[in-house]
């Protein structure tokens, strides 16, 4: 639930999921399949009969051929496959689907009609039920086997609206090679083959029209693309945020250059164009980096942020601050924290990853007294104005990294921390973040988690000794369609 920007440790490996970028190579004409025993047939190229019992945490089908594991793309649990095998190791390979000879149960027709390239989303053929028992037991299997939790307490996944959730998004652009026609959208699953789109059924169906409509005026405004292997072109990504409940909209072009003719009067035209867009910047990101933004962003019409309103709370939001993309989910996650802490406004909280405040501004409502520590200086900035809008003064912000400010905050002499709430980036916490709350040894402990590999990980520290004792798990679907899968999970001191 947090900006990839902020530093962190390496990931937990997963036992359950196969980590490796993988090309296809080309393959030899279509042979027939052959038995799980005949191993001398465990090679690229061959054809084999798979069914498909499981999916991973990166949103293949897992089927076992013999002792070995396969990996398959666009597979169904339940699913009876012919397979090619296209990349082998010892104990596990890849494949791709051949032919369905049986179809689960659980397959589904998908909404999208490229949701067979696209990458954006992996499960769109898996209907909304088995996604959410594939999430369920991915949590569990991590807490389990990484976290070396026996029998963890796992709640069901919280379920969303299965489509039109998405508050963002962000498209790389490129030209069709056969017509030179811009084109927007997302990356064919492994590769950077880009698949062209004129609508996303997981992005909030306002944002649609932009994003057909826009490649258009890009195209007959003759501005270049970028191509990243020959770092040449000017406009690289383009970005659409929107309030769901205001409704208000930001469009962000990336681009490698600073100004170009047509510019401010194109952003005023999209003004004028579409009533509900409030503001057109311009990112700057002219490294040669697969990082989509660059560390400057100038507003070229219009205001430089939309508003929001969340937790019954007004955001300001800009064009590349986080804010969780499912705004519904968000606030059931919200939800979750408050029933379970039972705030009765005398405490004291540290929210230690805070952003741009999206917990700990409703928090801070319910504690005496909140402290906020955050790396990123603009989120800082911005949630420091999300406070001033809202009224409250009660929270202490700290720019600088957790496992910098922690440690001195530690020897200035805090030590009447009631609740930490932690909320750290996909990597999870760092071992000298741990180590300081271990020192800390605050009451509870809320931890927030995108990845629950490195939840696991981080739980089997602190739980290490008896230190802290896990309570309870409660994972919520804030990325439907996609193996993604956010969690809270809550531990007290025994």
Same mark, same amino acid.
């Given at each position: 639930m947090n900006d990839d920007t902020r530093a962190s440790s390496d990931p937990a490996p997963n036992p359950f999921s196969e980590q490796h970028v993988l090309q296809e190579s080309p393959l030899s004409p279509l042979s027939p399949s052959v038995p799980a025993s005949s191993s001398q047939h465990w090679q690229q190229g061959t054809c084999i009969e798979l069914d498909i019992q499981d999916l991973s945490n990166r949103g293949d089908g897992v089927g076992r051929w013999g002792d070995r594991v396969v990996f398959v793309p666009d597979a169904v649990p339940g699913d009876r496959l012919l397979v090619r095998l296209i990349h082998t190791k010892p104990s596990y390979g890849h494949g791709k689907i051949q032919q369905i000879l049986t179809p689960s149960p659980h397959r589904v027709r998908p909404v999208c009609i490229v949701a067979d390239k696209c990458g954006g989303c992996q499960w769109q053929s898996v209907d909304y039920d088995q996604q959410l028992l594939a999430k369920h037991n991915e949590v569990v299997q991590a807490l389990t086997r990484i976290g070396d939790l026996s029998d963890p307490p796992v709640d069901d996944v919280l379920a969303a609206e299965p489509f039109g959730y998405r508050n963002k998004a962000t498209y790389p652009l490129g030209r069709s090679p056969s017509t030179g026609q811009v084109q927007a959208g997302y990356y064919q699953k492994g590769s950077h083959k880009l698949v062209n789109l004129n609508q996303c059924p997981v992005q909030d169906e306002r944002l649609n029209p932009l994003l057909a409509e826009v490649k258009q005026d890009i195209q007959t405004r003759g501005w270049s693309i970028y191509n990243e292997q020959r770092h040449q072109g000017r406009l690289r990504h383009l970005s659409l945020r929107i309030g769901q409940r205001t409704g208000e909209m930001l469009l962000t072009l990336v681009a490698s250059e600073a100004e170009w003719e047509g510019l401010t009067e194109q952003a005023n035209e999209w003004l004028e164009r579409y009533p509900a867009l409030v503001g057109v910047l311009l990112n700057l990101n002219s490294q040669k980096t697969n990082a989509i933004f660059g560390a400057e962003t100038r507003c070229v019409a219009g205001q430089p942020f939309i508003t929001e309103q969340f937790a019954n709370l007004t955001f300001q939001i800009g064009a590349t601050t986080f804010f969780q993309v499912n705004t519904e989910q968000a606030e059931r996650l919200l939800q979750v924290i408050l029933d379970e802490l039972?705030?009765?406004?005398?405490? %004291? +909280?540290?929210?230690?990853?805070?952003? %741009?405040?999206?917990?700990? +501004?409703? +928090?801070?409502?319910?504690?005496?007294?909140?402290?906020?520590?955050?790396?990123?200086?603009?989120s800082v900035e911005q949630a420091q104005m999300n406070a001033s809008i809202n009224g409250i003064n009660t929270i202490m912000f700290h720019v600088g990294s957790v496992e910098e400010v922690l440690p001195i905050l530690l020897e200035e002499g805090l030590n009447s921390v009631d609740v930490v709430v932690l909320d750290p980036p996909r990597k999870g916490c760092t071992s000298k973040v741990l180590e300081a709350l271990l020192v800390m040894q605050a009451p509870r402990i809320v931890y927030v988690s995108c990845n629950p590999a490195t939840l696991a990980r981080d739980l089997n520290m602190l739980c290490r000794d008896g230190v802290y004792q896990l309570t309870r798990v409660q994972p919520v679907d804030l990325f439907p369609q996609t193996a993604h899968v956010e969690c809270v999970a809550f531990l007290e001191r025994p």
């Open positions: 039972k705030l009765t406004g005398r405490e %004291v +909280l540290m929210d230690a990853y805070c952003g %741009v405040g999206t917990l700990t +501004l409703p +928090l801070a409502e319910h504690v005496r007294e909140a402290i906020a520590i955050e790396s990123h200086e603009p």
